[in-house]
């Protein structure tokens, strides 16, 4: 007898976004998409495909010089679909067309946003979509004119547009290597325009969803919104401001202190989600790369357009801390206790992400004769989504490509995705003797 197997909502996450990469993957490898008109080696063409849809910014090409203007859209394209997800978009063509909704399709929805429950799914779609436009118009809208004062009326329209969807979908991809190649925003490190309207859609874009529904539905009133939206608002504050006090105390104290001040808050909102910078990674101290590191595992908040482990993981994680220290039976926020299903998630995807950061940096740097540290900096970039690099990116070997691939796959569709994509269909486990062991 022939069982017919389900496709589970998190095959449709991990297949969509696989497709979607390859789809992408042979676009860029016509010559069409090629600045010089020539098929561009298939890896390459993966590597830039993968980064753009992963939402992450490494290259192995400099996004302005290398492809035309066809290859360009095609990456803004992929960006877009990653930034707000293949289900999302799906579930909006679906609902555009009239057609009707599964309730798969609704599930896969919730978990791609990670929304509380199924009902109204179809509606906070068109939510997301709407704000979406309206936040990506408005921050191409405010770069116009320094953009196009630089590139002329057109080119200028078409940088704004290009920088303001990457920036609202914490991409990090640029087209600044005009001036330089991978010169990035170095470029505009005091332009007050470029840094608040980039800033602000990063921090937009990696807050989460959700947080935009309270927000429409409670305005300011704080004590309204879910407790995933107080928890997410509260550590991002607290995740750009003390890394920014860190860097204007102790990285950037030579710089004056106007370039100082821009220097220091840029860095720290960009460092846990775009990608972009305006100072010289690679001037910055061990310390400094470490601090950054961190926080590009960090990420943004869950059911947004940012990577990471995310900020209600770490959250949850240092609150259960607490609570051992306190002899708590269980942790909490808000006045809400944290079900220990929450914490084994947390706990889990810590050592996952950590796992894959670490072992893809050992290789990298032993593979490539690179320092550790270094090579630490740009895994942690690539599973976390993030973008940012110490500039080895292009000169590394295919093995090393490959690595920062998987990692950036991984690091988008989510660890825990992929387990639960692979074993979905499995039985229920029975449950064995318990046995007491001492941690700690």
Not at 16 to 36: D, E, K, M, N, R
Not at 43 to 58: E, K
Not at 169 to 182: S, T
Not at 204 to 213: H, P, R, S, Y
Request: hydrophobic share 50%; net charge positive.
């Amino acid at each position: 007898m022939k069982i017919r197997r389900q496709i589970s909502t998190s095959q449709i996450i991990i297949l969509g976004f696989a497709a979607v990469i390859l789809l992408g993957s042979v676009l860029l490898t016509l010559p069409i998409a090629a600045a010089a008109r020539h098929w561009t080696p298939f890896p390459d063409a993966l590597f830039t495909a993968t980064s753009a849809v992963c939402v992450t910014g490494l290259v192995v090409h400099d996004t302005a010089t290398y492809w035309s203007l066809f290859g360009q859209l095609v990456i803004l394209v992929l960006i877009q679909i990653g930034g707000m997800g293949v289900v999302t978009l799906a579930v909006a063509a679906l609902t555009a067309a009239k057609a009707r909704i599964s309730l798969k399709h609704r599930s896969a929805m919730q978990e791609a946003v990670s929304a509380p429950h199924v009902g109204g799914i179809v509606q906070l779609t068109g939510f997301i979509l709407t704000m979406t436009a309206v936040f990506e118009l408005a921050g191409a809208f405010a770069m116009a004119p320094v953009f196009c004062k630089e590139f002329g009326f057109l080119k200028g329209l078409w940088y704004s547009l290009f920088h303001s969807i990457s920036a609202f979908c914490n991409a990090g991809f640029d087209l600044m290597g005009v001036r330089g190649e991978y010169s990035s925003l170095t470029g505009f490190i005091t332009q007050p325009a470029i840094n608040l309207t980039v800033m602000a859609l990063i921090v937009i874009g990696g807050i989460g969803f959700l947080v935009w529904a309270d927000v429409r539905d409670h305005g300011l009133t704080l004590r309204k919104y879910r407790m995933q939206s107080k928890v997410a608002l509260t550590v991002s504050v607290l995740l750009i401001l003390l890394p920014a006090l860190y860097f204007f105390c102790l990285e950037f104290d030579k710089m004056p202190l106007g370039e100082r001040i821009w220097a220091s808050l840029f860095q720290s909102v960009t460092a846990r989600t775009a990608g972009f910078n305006t100072a010289d990674l690679n001037g910055m101290s061990e310390t400094g790369k470490a601090v950054m590191t961190i926080l590009m595992l960090i990420g943004g908040s869950p059911g947004s357009t940012a990577g990471g482990m995310k900020t209600t993981t770490v959250a949850v994680l240092l609150a259960t801390g607490v609570a051992v220290f306190r002899r708590r039976e269980s942790a909490h926020f808000f006045g809400r206790r944290l079900a220990d299903e929450t914490v084994r998630t947390a706990a889990t995807v810590l050592v996952m992400y950590l796992t894959l950061f670490t072992a893809g940096g050992f290789i990298i740097s032993r593979v490539e004769g690179l320092p550790l540290l270094t090579c630490m900096f740009e895994t942690a970039s690539a599973v976390g989504t993030v973008g940012l690099t110490l500039g080895i990116t292009p000169q590394l070997g295919l093995a090393s490509h490959l690595i920062l691939i998987v990692l950036m796959y991984l690091g988008r569709v989510g660890g825990l995705t992929l387990i639960f994509a692979a074993i979905s269909g499995g039985g229920t486990a029975a449950r064995l003797p318990q046995e007491k062991i001492t941690v700690g």
